[in-house]
């Protein structure tokens, strides 16, 4: 497995890519470890008594099926794939590529077994060059499971309650502590794509600013079948204009392209075109042959960091946006491009500058899209609500941090890697567990400041000593002093600015807000109105202006986007309604308040 890289698949001269995106057949297993499907190897044919499901989607919100919605346990897709005799005849190798599939999956290609992949949000991918029928049709079967342990990423847990008079004998329930639902499936687009026998399996850029030099750094590595000779393979480097006119050429596989009066990658506000992207063409030659072409939209940019402040191309930025979520009506967690260009859509109507991708890594194309409108993104791992700490838990924590790094590090709308969200790090394991964590972090990618989300005490916090700058969660008057609006504006100024002192890095409020049901009114403002959000919203607003001339806090980002779904709960109305915008994605009043403040902070950048 993964043995193509993270590569975006992308088509080119050397390269094809098949979309298997549409209908598939669909069965449920059932909890057990061993499920019925593989005693029974549906693998080897047609599912039994299957019905059809999309993909990309969850399963879950798709059909009228209670019992569909609240599954736990195996899940089984399944199709046809078409593998073309010309790939074979020109040597190429097939990799079976899935965007995500929530949470373990087990992939079989014409019966066989093509591989495993563990962890949701994140893509993998599969060689099935030896497996594929060419010029004919083969079978292609996968089976989720969606069920959480204290080993996955994010934790989960099962319970089981033993009163037979109260649950029918042996009754379980799989459960979470994080607030929204755990939505299975194959989440994002699935392709067949084809490389070459000699191929571009990973390329990093790496960019730099002198004067009004952009310096393009790069890596690329590639594979080639053991008999065919290394010192053979070259690589021949064009960095383009959007225009397709040449700005740069080199004939290295790794190396700097220097540009002279180069146009940096600035985001929305801070420059008149905002996302520049350069276009950076490979291709690799195995003697006179040509072999292989990618092409990778690269933006130079530079971020520093210090105790204060994040810089960004040596300007200090000021984060204005959201905490989001990956969350529509009846598709769930599937990828969905009108939902992902009505989002940007409306980033763009409120004048925000940036979101983090609470709690979990999104699609790599709502990134490509944040490449091009300049927006900052700080990627955050599916570590959400982490409860306990362990060597196990620690490794597989680490592969999800190097499997995210790897997919996301060329992207330059990621200003900021986020190690995780609330874990209870006020343990005193969380200490050596973060250090080791960041420490690994680092060692990947020295190029981006480091940092997590907590909600705990900052005298407390085990964790927030390594890192190099500091989110924190608080609800002010909704949580805590529940309509004691009043309070809010104090509380926040004295909260944040405690954390600065305590730990002397750059902090910013990664959540606060208020459950709001879109249509609920009331003067003067009450809990859960439209009123008592924007209330709460402005008594924010005057500690953030305060707490700017401080000189140490760098952003503020209201939880969340967009009304979304969480499991059935009393204090969760159909789900958690803090969004500045309902679920179908339009506005509450808040959202005016809110267009007003960032606009205005667009125009002091
Ligand atoms: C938090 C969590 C977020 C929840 C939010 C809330 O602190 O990070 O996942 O949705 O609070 O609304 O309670």
Known sequence: AGAAGMLFPRESESREVVALDGIWRFALGGREEVDVGFRQRWYLRELPKWQIMPVPASYNDVTTSAALRDHVGWAWYQREVFGRGRWRDGGARVFLRFGSVHYFACVWVNGHLAGNHSGGHLPFDLDVTALLEYDAPSLLTVAVNNTLSPHTIPQGFTAYFNDTDMYPPGYSVNDYTFDFFNYAGIHRSVVLHTVPDVFINDITINTKIIGETGVVQFDVSYTISENEVDD???????????????????????????????????????????????LFEVQLNHGQKRKDVYRLPVGIRTIYWNETT???????????????????????????????????????????????????PYAEEALNLADRQGIL??????????????????EKHKSVMAEMVNRDKNHPCVIMWSISNEARTQRKEAGPYYKSIVEYVKSLDKKRPVGFVTNRNMYQDKAAPFMDVIGVNRYFS???????????????????????????????????????????????????????????????????????????????MVWNFADFATKQSVTRAQGNKKGIFTRERQPKHAAYLLKTRYHHLANEQ
């Open 310 to 360: 994040v810089l960004l191309n040596n300007k200090p930025m000021y984060m204005y946006g959201f905490g989001k979520h990956e969350d529509s009506i009846l598709r769930g967690k599937g990828l969905d491009h009108t939902l992902l260009v009505r989002d940007y859509s409306l980033i763009e109507w409120i004048g925000a500058n940036s979101y983090r991708t609470s709690h979990y």
């Open 478 to 556: 909704w949580y805590s002093d529940t309509g004691d609006l009043e309070l809010v504006s104090r509380q926040v100024e004295a909260e944040y600015t405690k954390w600065h002192n305590v730990c002397k890095k750059p902090i910013f409020m990664s959540e606060y807000g208020a459950d709001t049901i879109s249509g609920f009114h009331q003067l003067p403002s009450f809990v859960w109105t439209e009123d008592y959000q924007v209330d709460l919203l402005h008594e924010h607003f005057k500690a953030f202006d305060n707490l700017r001339k401080k000189g140490f806090f760098i952003g503020e």
């Open 377 to 394: 993104i700080i990627a955050e791992s599916p570590a959400v609500n982490l409860d306990n700490f362990d060597s196990v838990l620690l």
């Open 232 to 278: 053979e393979v070259s690589c021949k480097i064009t960095l383009l204009e959007e225009s397709n006119k040449a700005v740069g050429e080199v004939s290295l596989c790794e190396g700097d392209i220097m540009i002279d009066k180069a146009k940096f990658w600035w985001p929305v506000h801070m420059s008149n075109s905002p996302g520049h992207l350069y």
